[in-house]
């Protein structure tokens, strides 16, 4: 048998066999989850680069000088 589909065999059997309860903790784990990855999102993390530039070129060119450390000929 495939490891994946072991894997998800076992998973499944538990969420099946699981208690009312359980699967209500579940339920609220999930919505909790989507809340932050996708409403928060949203509303506190803007898309700074499509605000600030105008083509792909000019974005590619910020986040390199972003996280490429410049150096002064000075040291």
């Known amino acids: 048998m495939n490891p994946v589909k072991k ?7 538990g969420f099946r066999n ?13 919505i909790k989850l989507f809340i932050i990855f ?3 999102k ?9 605000r600030n530039f105008e083509n ?3 974005r590619s ?4 000088d972003q996280i490429t450390p410049t150096y002064n000929s000075y040291d």
Request: charged letters at 20%; glycine letters at 2%.
């Open 7 to 13: 894997i998800f065999r076992f998973y499944y059997d």
């Open 18 to 30: 699981m208690s009312s309860w359980g699967k209500k903790v579940w339920i609220i784990i999930l």
């Open 38 to 40: 996708a409403i928060l």
């Open 56 to 58: 792909e070129t000019q």
């Open 61 to 64: 060119e910020y986040v390199l």
């Open 42 to 50: 949203l509303f506190f993390f803007p898309d700074f680069l499509k």
